[in-house]
């Protein structure tokens, strides 16, 4: 229960904020592995590392999308535009240091 108490102070959110929030990460991430296997199924790729790579790249692709796209659906696209432009900062300051 604390863990949860942490992450509505951290985020700023209801109760009811955050279990959309935790909603919309769990469904992003399912509908991204689901769609990541249907791309894979298409380029009808032999299984091996070239697959496994793909799957790993389709999905770093798709995960944003699929969670902005839920987002709205859950009525947390402001909270997911900003938690995806800090993730975003953070990558792109370890990558000029």
Do not use: E, H
Request: hydrophobic residues 50%; glycine residues 8%; positive net charge.
């Amino acid at each position: 229960m604390r863990m949860f108490d942490r992450l509505k102070s951290r985020w700023g959110v209801s109760n009811s904020g955050l279990i959309l929030i935790l909603l919309t990460f769990a469904l992003g991430g399912s509908l991204c592995g689901y769609l990541a296997r249907k791309i894979l199924l298409l380029m009808d790729l032999p299984a091996g590392i070239i697959s496994v790579i793909m799957y790993i790249l389709l999905i770093t692709l798709l995960w944003p999308l699929c969670v902005l796209a839920l987002s709205r659906l859950t009525g947390q696209y402001s909270f997911f535009t900003q938690y995806l432009k800090r993730i975003l900062k953070r990558f792109s300051k370890k990558k000029s240091n």
